[in-house]
C-alpha cells in the first residue's frame, strides 16, 4: 500500500494503460529511415481467431473434392470471393479429454485438454494467441485483444464436473489463467483508445499528456516510497514499476504518433440490439485496432460453448445448442446450417473490408493469417475430431490459399497451431500434444 499526502486514485493510473494510441502506418507517414520503410512496404504479420460455437452441420462444412480442384460446400460458399486466400482443412484431431463443451473451446488454441475440476484448480496450457501476442506485443500498446459476442451470464449451464471458465474463453494467458473475452464494443473501443469518447486528434493529445503527468506523479512518488522499505517490499515495488515502466512505453508510442491523422470515431453507446449489428461493431473495432497497429492479435468467440442464443433475424427462433442436438434429422442440421452459414456470411464481410485496406505494399489481409472453426465437428456427437477449420489471409506471403487438403484422421491440430506459430515468425518446438508440423504454411 502506498501512503502518501495526496492520494492518488486507482482508476487514473489504470486508465494510462488503455488510453494510448497508435495510428495506421501510411507510406506518407513513413520517417525516412530504411529500416522502418522495410516494415512499411512488407507489412507486420497478424493472427485472428473467429471461433464459432456448438459445433457444426459437417454435411453442409465439407467441400467436395481435394487440392485445388475442391467446390466450396453450401456453409462456406460465401467465401468463394476469398478462394485464393482460403485454405480449408478436414481431418484435425483436437485429441480426446476436457469434456465434450469444454474441451471444444479449451483444446483450440492450446492443444491441452482442461482438468476436470468445477472449482478453482482449472489448468489447460498456453494459447496460441498469448504466445504471440507476448512476442509480437512488443511492437504495440496492447499485446492482444480478446473478444466476445456472449456476456458472462449468456454461457448457460457448462460440462458437469468442469469449471465454466473453460467454456466461456479460448484464450489462456498461462496454464492457469483463462482470460475474460470481453463482449460490450463500448469497453473493447475504451481499452484501444482510452475513455475520451473518440479518436479526434485534439482530444486524444489532451488525453496523452493528462496520462504522461499522472504517470510522472506516479513515478516520482513510488522514487521516494523506496527509500526505507525492507527487501520484500522493494521486490512488489520492483514488479510495480515494470507495470508502469510498460505503461510508459504505451504512451511514448502515442506520443510519437499524435500527429498522424486517423478518422474520428465515436465511441459505441454500448451493445447493439441485434446479434448481426453487434458481431459487425466487433469485426470494426477488430480492422481498427489492426489498422492502427495497436495489437496484432485479435481472438473472437462468436459464442461460448452450450451458447442458447436464436437467431430470430434469420427467422431461427430456437436456441442454438438444443438445435445441435439435431438427433441426425434432416429438418434440424438443415437449420443448423443455417446459423453456420449466416456465421460465414458475416466473417466474408470483415475478410473483404480487410482486403480492401491497404497495408504496406499490400492489404490487411495480405499479411494477417486468421484461423475460423469449431472445437467439435458433429454436434449431436460432440465428435471431437474431424475438426472445421478454415485458414483466410496471406500471412505476409506464407499462405497459399485455393485448396482443401484432407489429413488422416489422427492427425493432431495442434500440428496446425505449430505451423501457425512457425508461418508468424514465433516458431515452437511443441504446442499441447503436437507430434509434428503441418507443412502448409511457410515463412515468406
Request: net charge negative; charged share 20%; glycine share 10%.
Amino acid at each position: 500500500m502506498i501512503i502518501t499526502k495526496k492520494a492518488i486514485p486507482r482508476r487514473a493510473v489504470l486508465r494510462g494503460i488503455g488510453a494510448t494510441l497508435a495510428l495506421p502506418l501510411l507510406d506518407g507517414m513513413v520517417p525516412a529511415l530504411s529500416a522502418i520503410r522495410t516494415t512499411a512496404a512488407r507489412g507486420m504479420r497478424r493472427f485472428g481467431v473467429v471461433y464459432v460455437p456448438n459445433g457444426m452441420a459437417m454435411e453442409h462444412w465439407t467441400p467436395t473434392g481435394d487440392g485445388t480442384a475442391f467446390e466450396f460446400s453450401p456453409i462456406l460458399r460465401p467465401m468463394a470471393p476469398f478462394r485464393d486466400r482460403t485454405l480449408v482443412l478436414t481431418g484435425l484431431n483436437p485429441g480426446p479429454g476436457g469434456g465434450a463443451h469444454a474441451g471444444a473451446s479449451t483444446k483450440f488454441l492450446t492443444g491441452v485438454a482442461g482438468r476436470m475440476t468445477d472449482g478453482a484448480e482449472i489448468h489447460s496450457g498456453t494459447s496460441i494467441d498469448q504466445l504471440l501476442g507476448k512476442e509480437l506485443g512488443q511492437y504495440t500498446q496492447l499485446s492482444s485483444l480478446e473478444l466476445a459476442l456472449d456476456g458472462r451470464d449468456f454461457a448457460g449451464s457448462c460440462d458437469a464436473g468442469f469449471s465454466c471458465a473453460y467454456t466461456n474463453t479460448i484464450s489462456w494467458r498461462t496454464p492457469t489463467t483463462p482470460l475474460p473475452m470481453e463482449n460490450n464494443p463500448r469497453v473493447v473501443f475504451e481499452r484501444l483508445f482510452g475513455d475520451s469518447g473518440s479518436t479526434d486528434p485534439a482530444v486524444r493529445l489532451a488525453r496523452i499528456r493528462e496520462d504522461r503527468s499522472i504517470l510522472d506523479s506516479v513515478t516520482e512518488k513510488v522514487a521516494d516510497l523506496q527509500r526505507g522499505i525492507g527487501p520484500d517490499d522493494r521486490r512488489k515495488i520492483g514488479q510495480y514499476l515494470d507495470a508502469v515502466r510498460d505503461v510508459e512505453r504505451r504512451i511514448q508510442k502515442a506520443e510519437e504518433q499524435s500527429a498522424r491523422e486517423l478518422p474520428v470515431v465515436q465511441q459505441p453507446a454500448g451493445i447493439p440490439p441485434t446479434f448481426e449489428a453487434h458481431m459487425r461493431l466487433m469485426f470494426d473495432l477488430q480492422l481498427l485496432a489492426y489498422q492502427t497497429d495497436l495489437t496484432r492479435v485479435v481472438s473472437f468467440m462468436v459464442g461460448r460453448e452450450i451458447s442458447g442464443r436464436t437467431y430470430n433475424e434469420i427467422g431461427i427462433p430456437d436456441a442454438h445448442h438444443p438445435l445441435s442436438h439435431h438427433l441426425d434429422d434432416p429438418v434440424k442440421i438443415g437449420i443448423m446450417s443455417k446459423i453456420n452459414t449466416y456465421h460465414v456470411v458475416l466473417f466474408a464481410e470483415f475478410v473483404e473490408k480487410m482486403r480492401s485496406t491497404p497495408d504496406g505494399d499490400g492489404s490487411l489481409l495480405d499479411h494477417s493469417l486468421l484461423l475460423y472453426g469449431a472445437g467439435m465437428s458433429n454436434s449431436n456427437a460432440h465428435a471431437p475430431n474431424n475438426l472445421p477449420i478454415m485458414l483466410v489471409g496471406g500471412a505476409g506471403g506464407g499462405l497459399e490459399g485455393g485448396r482443401h487438403i484432407t489429413y488422416p484422421e489422427d492427425t493432431p491440430m495442434a500440428n496446425l497451431l505449430m505451423a501457425i506459430m512457425d508461418a508468424l515468425g514465433v516458431p515452437m518446438e511443441q504446442v499441447g500434444d503436437s507430434n509434428g508440423m503441418l507443412d502448409v504454411l511457410s515463412i515468406a
